[in-house]
């Protein structure tokens, strides 16, 4: 089959137009997101938030209230607990974080078991893109949007804030106020991806796409680009795998981008950069 | 009368299980160069952290420029120089773009920079004689590069009180030398320059004024009536022999 025809084919179908959209707003915000996250070594963090969130997801579910709201009032506890755990105990943090994500993890799984199907627990934690209904797409095009947007709007001061806090809090800048902003949009961004990639393996898209295109650059800004246009990729393979071969869609976007980091590793090791 | 830059009276920080500093008292005053010097853990990285505002004293008074803390941030009063180590170097940013965060907080947080921001930041640049470096990434710079792209950060951002943490750490002797010199010419320049330090042979020759600290001020002043064999050794619990006195 000719690679228009690849690819245009399974752009009949309505489904299949909102799962390429879907997946590449959910590639576009967290490659931008995972930039900053791999430069304030967050990655840890943000595995935690995004185990964390599901309690609350499923509390927004039987509520009927918006699930970035539950995702981000649980992600807010599961930090807060973090912190207080570590200035309390001797335990270390990274141990503390698979303390308390785990629990928060469990006790979505049993809230999750009493109230939906097996098949959309599935869902929820592997994602499944072409199973997207019109609303849930909206939200998650909305909201990513947003995320997208306010992190991009507010650049120079995240900026600041992973590169030296110390000196914002010095000229003034509310950099607490910033730290649960960024926490904030990370825990909206984690929800709204959900239904592409799942609980389980949206921190890869997270941490992957940065780590990439680091490896890269010494420029933030191509940084964001060479992020973007990787995640993008792997969301759009993801997408025509799921369509074509009946293939995971979390698991092929996840697996292409761990690809690709692995060849550009390859690349950065053989080919020393005053030879690019 | 000399104005005063820094002022702490009777300030007491206490973090909970250690007592940092207790009644330090220090009157710093404007165009000067203070070394600041003590045993590591006796209150100086405290005593700056309470200049900067990023730790309240449990008691005691801290004006800075005539202001409170809070206002002297806003008006970006005090620039802090950190330790190198504390610096992610291979982080994606440029000479240029590190500078131009000292004038974030004269923008506010939504601001592009304009062209008053851009001439001030390649002010600071050439004033540290780093402007043919501006398009390199941070960790392509030498040890005494790097230190200058923060001083220009401090330039940029209008201080007129500069906190440097350690400075010299790391640094060779050439290196250290022309940093001296950058800092006296910024002190001449009518800047306020502090300066956290273990190298007791060259201060000295540097600092014009210096303050000792054990959990609080042991003695401040000039350096010719302060830096005595008596007080050092009080300050380091007497345990200084390469150092001569004369």
Known sequence: MPLVEFILEPLQYEFMVKAVVVSVVVGITLAILSCFLILKSWALLGDAISHAVLPGVVLAYLLGIPFGIGAFVAAMLAVVLIGYVKNNTKIKEDAVMGIVFTTFFALGLIMISKVISSTDLTHVLFGEVLGISDSEAWYTVATLSLVSLAVLTFRRVFMVFCFDPIHGKVVGLPMGIVHYVFLMLLAIAITGSIQTVGIILVIAMLITPGSTAFLLTKKFSTMLWIAVIVSVFASLVGAYASYYFDAATGGTIVFVQGLIFMLVMLYTKLLPETYR | ?246
């Not at chain 2, 830059?5 to 500093?21: H, M, R």
């Not at chain 2, 330090?197 to 609080?216: E, Q, Y």
Request: proline share 3%; hydrophobic share 40%; with cysteine.
């Open chain 2, 1 to 246: 009368m000399q104005k005063t830059a820094i002022s702490l009276q009777d300030v007491t920080v206490d973090y909970g299980n250690k007592v940092a500093l207790k009644s330090a008292s220090i009157d710093i005053p404007y165009h000067s160069f203070t070394g600041v010097i003590g045993m590591n853990g006796a209150g100086k990285s405290t005593m700056f952290k309470v200049i900067m505002g990023l730790v309240k004293p449990q008691s005691g008074t801290v004006t800075i420029c005539d202001d409170p803390v809070s206002i002297a941030q806003k008006h970006g009063h005090v620039a802090y120089v950190q330790q190198s180590e504390e610096v992610d170097w291979d982080f994606p940013i440029s000479v240029y773009d590190v500078v131009m965060m000292g004038r974030l907080g004269k923008q506010g947080m939504l601001k592009n920079p304009n062209a008053e921001d851009k001439e001030f930041v390649l002010k600071a640049l050439e004033q540290v004689n780093m402007l043919d470096h501006k398009l390199h990434q941070i960790g392509e710079l030498s040890g005494g590069q790097k230190k200058r792209v923060f001083v220009a950060r401090a330039l940029a951002q209008g201080a007129d009180i500069l906190l440097l943490d350690e400075p010299f750490a790391g640094l060779d002797a050439t290196s250290e030398k022309s940093l001296i010199k950058l800092f006296v010419d910024l002190k001449n320049q009518g800047k306020t320059v502090i300066l956290a330090t273990h190298d007791l042979l060259s201060l000295p020759d540097t600092c014009d004024r210096v303050a000792m600290i054990k959990h609080s001020v042991v003695a401040h002043g000039p350096t010719k009536e302060v830096f005595t064999k008596e007080l050092v050794e009080q300050t380091f619990d007497g345990m200084l022999h390469h150092i001569r006195f004369d």
